[in-house]
């Protein structure tokens, strides 16, 4: 699949931010086949888990560091999935990435198969 992320921007801490990713099936495979997950890389820092979310939408799981203030959603009809970041901090500030798995879904990067090219939020004080 390809992914595009989109949504990113300078937002002060304390609000919110809604991040998209369109998801386009290629080789004939349906987008709902695929765990998605949610990556950040913050400058000079390892990639960090952010939340994940299984190909029905039935089951969710989040990194430490952001559990409570992220959700991450899907609508395989139109092919998005969604992370809503509520209560956003100085540290969320990095680049995200949207991620496919064709397993069952992690919380480690090498798990996953495909990669968005990210979309840069930057939280200020």
């Known amino acids: 699949v390809q992914l595009q992320a989109s949504g990113g921007g300078l937002v002060q801490a304390g609000g919110s931010l809604r991040l998209s990713c369109v998801v386009s099936p290629v080789s004939g495979r349906t987008v709902g086949r695929y765990t998605m997950g949610w990556f950040r890389q913050a400058p000079g820092k390892e990639r960090e888990f952010v939340g994940a979310i299984n190909w029905t939408g039935s089951n969710t799981y989040y990194g430490d560091r952001v559990r409570g203030r992220a959700t991450v959603s899907r609508d395989n009809a139109k092919n998005t999935v969604s992370l809503q970041m509520d209560s956003l901090k100085e540290e969320d500030t990095a680049l995200y990435y949207c991620?496919?798995?064709?397993?069952?879904?992690?919380?480690?990067?090498?798990?996953?198969?495909?990669w968005g090219r990210g979309t840069l939020v930057t939280v200020s004080s």
């Open positions: 991620a496919a798995d064709g397993g069952y879904g992690s919380s480690q990067s090498v798990d996953y198969d495909y």
